[in-house]
């Protein structure tokens, strides 16, 4: 398939920011079932089908709700807030969800996920992170569609930590 400059540029975005997301959430025990990137008509969307441990940690499955956004911020070098980008919405909403019934107040909601996006960016801008999320993303941007024993090789193979 033949894709344009701009078409190209919001590809390899979707395909940092599904990623990310994969990465984290195998690092937190989960198992992606598949991930992909599908060209639409509207643009490029991307979706992690993930399998969640029965004791998963809840701010393991916020912080891979969060990883998304913050590869797509470290591959653009744009410190965007999360929760202000439209296209990252839904990634914000469901962090928020998650976490907001166990916390006292809306403003410790934000601080945590603020500084959870702060220590993912950290993370992500390692060499070594950064080695594995892109190794999954050029999987996605030749595959369109890759299942978890893809991911976990990448990622084992860059992530020792």
């Known amino acids: 398939m033949h894709y344009d400059?701009?078409?190209e540029?919001?590809?390899?975005?979707?395909?940092?920011?599904?990623?990310?997301?994969?990465v984290m959430a195998v690092l937190c025990g989960a198992v992606v079932e598949r991930a992909t990137v599908d060209p639409e008509e509207d643009g490029f969307h991307g979706l992690v089908d993930i399998q969640w441990p029965s004791k998963a940690d809840l701010r393991d499955m916020m912080a891979?709700?969060?990883?998304?956004?913050?590869?797509e911020m470290v591959y653009t070098n744009e410190p965007y807030h999360p929760g202000l980008v439209p296209e990252w919405a839904h990634d914000?909403?469901?962090?928020?969800?998650?976490?907001?019934?166990r916390l006292t107040s809306d403003v410790e909601c934000l601080r945590l996920l603020e500084q959870t996006v702060a220590q993912l960016h950290r993370r992500f801008s390692q060499d070594h992170w950064w080695a594995a999320i892109a190794a999954v993303s050029d999987l996605l941007a030749t595959h369109e569609q890759i299942e978890h024993e893809e991911i976990e090789y990448e990622v084992r193979n860059w992530i020792r930590d």
């Open 5 to 7: 400059d701009e078409d």
């Open 9 to 22: 540029e919001e590809l390899d975005r979707t395909t940092y920011h599904e990623a990310g997301h994969c």
């Open 64 to 71: 891979v709700s969060l990883a998304g956004p913050v590869a």
């Open 92 to 101: 914000w909403k469901q962090a928020w969800q998650m976490v907001r019934p």
